[in-house]
């Protein structure tokens, strides 16, 4: 019994005829044809009968049919207006589908579910162009969502996981950190979809593991953050000097407060001096 009915190549390709579809580059469309990596995917989000799950990007429906295999009630958001009534078949088909046509990297979050239908799972092949801002989006603006397995193009799963001190770790490393933990990565071939992409993707799994206990600390950290790497080459002192607008005195009076070296790099600082970092930036105003 395979994982989703749309999971190879003939049944992709018979409901694109029947709808006269085609990819559209332009949205990095590529459609999952492994039914062995939609049942990988599916299995590490582990998800219980009834829990509410988001879809970004659902395309035909290929991992949606198996969320909804697995029990979930899946909101799916989708950008493309073609793939409605795809989507619609199979809503009609089975129940506790929810497509909503929208952006989601602009998708006002109450109208994902809220309450006991707020989703607790993101489980995504995402469109590649908005992978990184629609997860992290996700994990700051949804308090609900707990995990999140997904398919991305694999240097943003590098960043997504990378640790200090290595070239993939940056700015959006420490703020996607600062809300949640890479728990598991595995890589998917090219040939797994159709049409194959011109780049190599990964599946990450992403767990919520916020860094501070004072939520309202986050906010300055990004902000840290964002300065810290605005000139990455350079040290922290002129860095946080560019990203913050101030003095290059002012920048080592605030690194050193925090007890950190202003002659060090960005790079080479872990999440928590960077919550030191915000620590100091919110008591300074």
């Given at each position: 019994m395979p994982y989703s009915r749309l999971a190879n190549p003939s049944a992709t390709i018979a409901v694109l005829e029947r709808h006269g579809l085609r990819t559209r580059k332009a949205l990095g469309q590529h459609f999952l044809i492994d039914d062995n990596i939609v049942g990988r995917i599916v299995r590490e989000a582990d998800i219980t009968p009834g829990e509410p799950v988001l879809e970004i990007g659902p395309g035909i429906g290929t991992l949606t049919d198996a969320l909804l295999g697995a029990g979930a009630d899946v909101v799916a958001v989708e950008y493309d207006d073609r793939l409605l009534p795809v989507?619609?078949?199979?809503?009609?088909?089975?129940?506790?589908?929810?497509?909503?046509?929208?952006?989601?990297?602009?998708?006002?979050?109450?109208?994902?579910?809220?309450?006991?239908?707020?989703?607790?799972?993101?489980?995504?092949?995402?469109?590649?162009?908005?992978?990184?801002?629609?997860?992290?989006?996700?994990?700051?603006?949804?308090?609900?969502?707990?995990?999140?397995?997904?398919?991305?193009?694999?240097?943003?799963?590098?960043?997504?996981?990378?640790?200090?001190?290595?070239?993939?770790?940056?700015?959006?490393?420490?703020?996607?950190?600062?809300y949640a933990r890479a728990a598991g990565r595995f890589p998917v071939p090219r040939s797994c979809f159709l049409p194959p992409p011109r780049v190599d993707s990964s599946v990450i799994t992403l767990v919520r593991d916020t860094a501070a206990d004072d939520t309202s600390l986050l906010p300055c950290a990004v902000r840290a953050a964002d300065a810290a790497f605005s000139q990455r080459r350079k040290t922290l002192r002129n860095s946080f000097a560019a990203g913050l607008g101030i003095t290059t005195a002012e920048a080592t009076s605030l690194l050193e407060a925090a007890g950190i070296d202003p002659g060090a790099r960005a790079e080479t600082l872990d999440i928590d001096r960077f919550l030191d970092l915000g620590t100091v930036l919110r008591e300074r105003g």
């Open positions: 989507l619609a078949d199979l809503a009609g088909e089975r129940g506790g589908l929810t497509v909503i046509h929208a952006d989601a990297v602009g998708v006002p979050i109450d109208q994902l579910g809220t309450g006991a239908a707020a989703p607790r799972a993101l489980v995504a092949n995402l469109p590649y162009a908005v992978a990184a801002t629609v997860v992290l989006r996700f994990f700051e603006e949804m308090p609900s969502l707990e995990r999140a397995v997904v398919m991305v193009q694999a240097e943003v799963a590098e960043r997504m996981s990378a640790r200090p001190g290595t070239k993939a770790y940056g700015a959006y490393t420490v703020k996607l950190g600062l």
